[in-house]
């Protein structure tokens, strides 16, 4: 099957504004022939840490909440990234990820299991793994920091994951480093397929280095975006004759 991993620049605290952007990307993805899509973290809002902290209609209650319906009703599988509410009043959200099917359907819910300095005021750690199915393929989650902890693409190759799917934030200096070293190398020690989504340009008080890319088991870059541009990149991922993950 055909995948693809996206970068856009988010409308800050705009959650109408960024369901266009993201539906606009869906369609281009699905046109471009693939069949699911994964998007950057936080996509939904952007990286706006004091909004989301203050403002609790930037929370999305469930993966049925009928702000995403344009975004679902794309006809491709997507994965989206945002606040994600935990309970109740006083409860802390969570950074989580909504997988759609691409008849719109919930798929899964996986919440970020380790967050990032900054985020441990505003949000609450997930303590599972996520993982879905799709095309005959079994898939990972992970939420950008998550990578940089090995034991999660561990478990997901120990799991029968073929495809490891990760929305990020990585912005300009040590972020691009950081982007251009973990992921390969996470493909290249697991064997799975790596796909990364990323912002590009302002993403709260960072900017965004784009490079969203897909690399292949044993870390061959498949596809790679510029560092300017909000696009999708596309790449085959499947199974080899002998059923280990590979080309197809």
Same mark, same amino acid.
């Given at each position: 099957?055909?995948?693809?991993?996206?970068?856009?620049?988010?409308?800050?605290?705009?959650?109408?504004?960024?369901?266009?952007?993201?539906?606009?990307?869906?369609?281009?993805?699905?046109?471009?022939?693939?069949?699911?899509?994964?998007?950057?973290?936080?996509?939904?809002?952007?990286?706006?840490?004091?909004?989301?902290?203050?403002? #609790?209609?930037?929370?999305?209650?469930?993966?049925?909440?009928?702000?995403?319906?344009?975004?679902?009703?794309?006809?491709?599988?997507?994965?989206?990234?945002?606040?994600?509410?935990?309970?109740?009043?006083?409860?802390?959200?969570?950074? *989580?990820?909504?997988?759609?099917?691409?008849?719109?359907?919930?798929?899964?819910?996986?919440?970020?299991?380790?967050?990032?300095?900054?985020?441990?005021?505003?949000?609450?750690?997930?303590?599972?793994? *996520?993982?879905?199915?799709?095309? *005959?393929?079994?898939?990972?989650?992970?939420?950008?920091?998550?990578?940089?902890? #090995?034991?999660?693409?561990?478990?997901?190759?120990?799991?029968?994951?073929?495809?490891?799917?990760?929305?990020?934030?990585?912005?300009?200096?040590?972020?691009?480093?950081?982007?251009?070293?973990?992921?390969?190398?996470?493909?290249?020690?697991?064997?799975?397929?790596?796909?990364?989504?990323?912002?590009?340009? #302002?993403?709260? #008080?960072?900017?965004?280095?784009?490079?969203?890319?897909?690399?292949?088991?044993? *870390?061959?870059?498949?596809?790679?975006?510029?560092?300017?541009?909000?696009?999708?990149?596309?790449?085959?991922?499947?199974?080899?004759?002998?059923?280990?993950?590979?080309n197809r």
């Amino acid at each position: 099957m055909k995948i693809a991993a996206a970068q856009l620049t988010s409308a800050p605290a705009d959650i109408p504004a960024n369901v266009r952007r993201l539906t606009a990307l869906a369609e281009q993805a699905r046109d471009q022939g693939a069949e699911l899509l994964v998007l950057p973290e936080l996509a939904l809002t952007g990286y706006e840490l004091e909004a989301l902290a203050h403002d #609790p209609t930037l929370v999305v209650r469930d993966a049925d909440d009928p702000r995403l319906d344009a975004l679902r009703s794309t006809g491709i599988a997507t994965v989206l990234n945002c606040a994600v509410s935990t309970g109740g009043p006083g409860t802390r959200p969570a950074i *989580g990820t909504f997988v759609h099917g691409p008849d719109g359907a919930p798929l899964t819910t996986y919440l970020k299991q380790h967050l990032h300095e900054q985020e441990n005021a505003v949000f609450a750690p997930g303590d599972r793994d *996520g993982r879905f199915e799709l095309g *005959g393929l079994r898939f990972a989650l992970a939420t950008c920091y998550d990578s940089h902890f #090995p034991d999660l693409p561990a478990r997901a190759a120990a799991d029968g994951c073929e495809v490891y799917l990760a929305s990020t934030l990585y912005g300009t200096g040590a972020g691009i480093a950081q982007r251009a070293t973990i992921y390969p190398r996470l493909a290249e020690d697991t064997g799975l397929f790596v796909a990364l989504a990323n912002h590009v340009g #302002p993403a709260g #008080p960072w900017t965004g280095c784009g490079r969203a890319g897909i690399w292949a088991p044993g *870390g061959a870059l498949l596809a790679e975006a510029d560092d300017r541009t909000p696009m999708v990149v596309t790449a085959e991922v499947g199974r080899t004759s002998e059923g280990r993950a590979g080309n197809r």
